[in-house]
């Protein structure tokens, strides 16, 4: 077994730190694996060279190191885009998903889920004109694939904490999955939140005097979050989308808004750290696990060092949520306003 003390000789002192906080509920959020994309473009390169392969199962083994050494942590939440929907082979996608799940699994504490965009494996098979039937994971196989602590038989669903919290888990890519004249699957990219999820939320999730956190992949309100349109070198202004993508969120964050249990709303997609506020509601975006440069202001990320991976703990304290990062990055802390 592959030896991870590149990684866990880093940790102590943010275990550390972690402790010292003493607060009510920390877990682990680790999100955009898109684990083998690495190994994925090298071979289409030509290139044979596992030493710069990135594998999700490497952060994710690592996190086991953390838990053993921080009982405060309670859980794992894995935030969505898990494999290589890339890969031309619908065996090779799978067996890339069921890679990080089994990993995550074997964790000592419970992990939760949320779905990504690319985990349905449509995205690409359309893009590339490729029969999407054998490609598509649809929400029964996904359900099957990483909702193993989910006790609704949705992909939605909500924990209460014995620390007065309430985690909502929500799906953003909860779109209609049908086959048109031609056989073929027609949304791949699409963002949405279902209307029925919307009232599943509305009158049952909302509906609680805990302090609520929102987890989904990916934003519920885009305005002046980086990263949610393609960026590049010479381009970096066009990476703020000053309007909501996702189909129905307007009507789930009017909601969210209204709900003053909603303390922080977390999600990951964009793959870069951004912490902002509306009025008095944080939102946090992660830095994505999956050791990619999004940006020409995201941290170096070199394979083989601590920066080959990035994921955080969260710790809420009474009105102050700390963030502490593992790997590429840096900590941060948001106050809560609510």
């Given amino acids: 077994m592959k030896d991870l003390s590149y990684l866990t000789r880093h940790y102590d002192e943010k275990i550390a730190r972690i402790r010292a906080l003493r607060a009510p509920l920390n877990f682990v959020f680790i999100t955009d694996q898109h684990n083998r994309l690495t190994q994925h473009a090298l071979k289409d390169q030509g290139i044979e060279d596992p030493a710069r392969y990135e594998l999700a199962v490497d952060a994710i ?18 935030g969505g885009d898990i494999g290589n929907d890339y890969a031309r082979d619908p065996g090779e996608v799978r067996a890339s998903l069921q890679e990080v799940m089994d990993a995550l699994y074997s964790l000592s504490v419970p992990v939760h889920c949320v779905v990504g965009n690319h985990d349905d494996a449509l995205g690409n098979a359309i893009d590339r004109g490729d029969d999407t039937v054998p490609f ?78 929102l987890i989904s992949h990916s934003p519920l309100h885009n305005a002046g979050i980086f990263g949610t349109e393609g960026i ?18 307007p009507r789930v964050y009017y909601d969210v ?10 999600c990951g997609h964009v793959h870069y750290d951004n912490l902002i506020y509306d009025d008095d509601i944080v939102t946090v975006t992660t ?11 995201s941290p170096r990320r070199v394979m083989g060092d601590i920066t080959e991976t990035a994921f955080d703990v969260f710790s809420f304290t009474e009105n102050m949520l700390f963030i502490t990062r593992f790997g590429a990055g840096c900590d941060r802390q948001a106050f809560l306003l609510r």
């Fill in 61 to 78: 083994r690592s996190i086991q190191y953390i838990l053993d050494r921080c009982p405060e942590i309670s859980f794992v939440v894995s």
């Fill in 287 to 297: 830095l994505s696990s999956f050791a990619q440069e999004w940006a020409p202001s």
């Fill in 257 to 266: 808004k209204r709900c003053k249990q909603v303390i922080a709303m977390l």
């Fill in 136 to 213: 598509a994971i649809l929400p029964q196989e996904m359900h099957a694939l990483c909702m193993k602590y989910n006790p609704t038989p949705e992909n939605y669903y909500y924990l209460d904490e014995p620390a007065g919290y309430r985690l909502i888990f929500l799906n953003t890519s909860d779109k209609p999955y049908y086959r048109m004249e031609n056989g073929q699957y027609p949304f791949g990219w699409r963002l949405e939140i279902s209307d029925r999820q919307a009232e599943w939320l509305e009158t049952q999730a909302l509906q609680t005097e805990r302090k609520i956190i």
């Fill in 232 to 249: 590049g070198p010479n381009v970096p202004r066009s990476a703020i989308k000053p309007y909501d993508d996702t189909l129905n969120a």
